[in-house]
């Protein structure tokens, strides 16, 4: 039997086919291993994503019982806490601070609140809200201009305090009680010896006249000393009167002017503290520098000078009185605070008891300035206020 033999061109047919289908196996083969290496990639990007997903859903879970936490805390805290967004209006509010205002505060301005509820005291950053005492303190929460307020009640330790210094002056007029029976008996028994001289017949008219102004005197002065152990044992109800410093200044220059002309030593007046204010008594606090004066008024002699000067330091309102006089020994600074202390022949010694106790009532204090020789400068020092500051 014959076989046929193949075309050429079948031949070659055959042989393009064959190339072909290898070239497919090459490629089908090569897909295959793509997606396997795909399949495994997208197995492990899977196990990768679940274990962030897992990641995620703890932290979100800790951050929800945080945010819980929080909450409870915010809640349960004593102190108010108020959250005021850029628009100054409340936006959160604790249960604490709502009671304290009594109202529900959210959504409502903060400074129209405060205003309608608010009353300013005389010591920074507390107020009087109907019955308590209020301690504001302010922080800023955000870059857009929110705050938070934390409001804390005082008023028992505010009442404590009061408690306190009327116990520390009751316990310095026990102390004192031996000088005062001293101070009072001097006066007295000049102003009895007096007295006595008055009553002798003979006595002429002059001398009538000059036993009769000593007597006088020494009453005064007796009078005097009683005024200021009283003011010294009772303390000073600083009140709330709102003065600008120029106005305590001027009302204590005004008061001892006349003396420092009588006795022809140089007084100068000086306000530098713009138009900071201060909270409290005028009286009180007038009262007080004009000590500060008559003692720098008695430590100069004839041709010395007296400054009245008022710098606003720091949020604080700086009134110092300098003298040119003989100053003050350091082992006596020690002790010119103390009641009934005095280095003159006359005077009480309360003057600067008193100064002090007016300025720490006002939330300050004072200081000395002294060197032997080159005289002497008391300062008191108060929290001040700037008209501005008194948003609410």
């Known amino acids: 039997m014959n076989q046929v033999a193949p075309m050429p061109g079948q031949e070659l047919k055959a042989q393009e086919l064959q190339r072909a289908f290898d070239a497919f196996n090459q490629v089908s083969l090569a897909l295959t291993r793509s997606y396997q290496g795909l399949q495994g ?4 990007l899977t196990a990768e994503l679940a274990v962030a997903n897992g990641e995620l859903r703890r932290q979100f879970e800790e ?4 945010s819980e936490r929080l909450s409870l805390l915010l809640k349960a805290l004593p102190a108010g806490v108020v959250v005021v967004d850029s628009a100054a209006c409340v936006s959160e509010a604790n249960p604490a601070a709502a009671q304290m205002f009594g109202q529900e505060m959210v959504g409502e301005g903060w400074p129209k609140l405060a205003h309608a509820r608010l009353v300013a005291t005389e010591a920074p950053d507390e107020w009087q809200l109907d019955s308590r005492r209020l301690s504001i ?18 008023t028992a330790a505010h009442g404590l305090k009061s ?17 005062l029976a001293h101070q009072l008996r001097t006066p007295l028994a000049a102003a009895l010896l007096y007295s006595a001289n008055l009553g002798q017949a003979d006595l002429g008219d002059a001398a009538r006249l000059r036993f009769a102004s000593k007597a ?76 500060l004066l008559e003692n720098a008024l008695q430590a100069c002699a004839a041709n010395g000078e007296v400054a009245l000067a008022a710098t606003l330091v720091g949020g604080q309102l700086r009134i110092g009185v300098r003298d040119t006089g003989a100053g003050i020994a350091p082992e006596v600074q020690e002790r010119v605070f103390e009641p009934f202390f005095t280095t003159s022949g006359y005077g009480t010694g309360l003057g600067l008891a008193i100064a002090l106790g007016v300025a720490r009532a006002h939330g ?5 300035n002294s060197i032997p020789g080159k005289g002497s400068e008391f300062v008191i ?3 001040a206020q700037m008209v501005a500051d008194r948003d609410y």
């Open 216 to 291: 006088t005197a020494q009453l005064k002065r007796l009078e005097r000393l009683i005024q200021e152990v009283l003011l010294f044992a009772r303390g000073e109800s600083i009140g709330r009167d709102i003065t600008p410093a120029r106005l305590l200044l001027a009302d204590a220059a005004q008061t001892v002017e006349p003396l420092f002309v009588d006795k022809g030593v140089s007084f100068r007046v000086a306000c530098d503290a713009g138009d900071a204010t201060v909270t409290g008594s005028r009286k009180a606090l007038v009262g007080a520098v004009v000590n």
């Open 381 to 383: 020092v108060l929290p």
């Open 137 to 154: 303190v302010e922080s800023p929460l955000d870059s857009a201009g929110g705050r938070i307020l934390l409001i804390h009640d005082i």
């Open 63 to 66: 951050k929800e019982a945080l």
């Open 364 to 368: 300050g204090g004072m200081e000395l």
């Open 163 to 179: 408690d306190l210094e009327r116990s520390q002056r009751l316990a310095a007029m026990g102390e004192m009680a031996a000088s």
């Open 41 to 44: 990639r997208v197995e492990s």
